[in-house]
């Protein structure tokens, strides 16, 4: 996805756990648990609403090689979903956000394969578009 700002703001925007609630939707809650905000090995509780249902997940940053990539794993209930975020300057105004979703799945959650992978590859895309017209407006 292209974003017309510079990679540097893009970034700062992203991180800035202020502005979750303003892209991120169905976000209910976002508090930290342990860690430095943003290092590796911080962990973060969120709780959001997900097709129809209360989740609670924990959030870890597991890499942080800024400003070209930012991994960080998303826990719940049989799930176990690793997202790694790459950032490439296509020009001083513009950044190419390319979003990889690994999911694992045990328990209960693997007779749900498909509903879960499609709902998260759904919502990843819907969130990756909400943060552009933010960033965007911003």
């Known amino acids: 996805m292209i974003i017309g700002l510079p990679r540097r703001q893009v970034i700062e925007l992203l991180r800035d756990r202020d502005n979750l609630l303003q892209w991120q939707t169905g976000l209910q809650s976002y508090k930290l648990l342990a860690g430095e905000e943003g290092q590796v090995g911080a962990r973060a509780r969120l709780v959001r609403e997900m097709m129809g249902r209360r989740i609670e997940m924990i959030e870890t940053v597991v890499q942080r090689d800024l400003p070209d990539t930012f991994t960080l794993t998303y826990e719940a209930r049989g799930v ?59």
Do not use: C
């Open 80 to 138: 176990l979903n690793r997202v790694e975020n790459r950032f490439y300057e296509v020009s001083p105004a513009k950044t190419r956000w390319v979003m990889s979703v690994e999911l694992t799945l045990s328990g209960l959650a693997v007779t749900l394969r498909g509903l879960i992978q499609g709902a998260i590859q759904k919502q990843t895309l819907d969130q990756m578009r909400r943060f552009k017209a933010f960033a965007e407006g911003t």
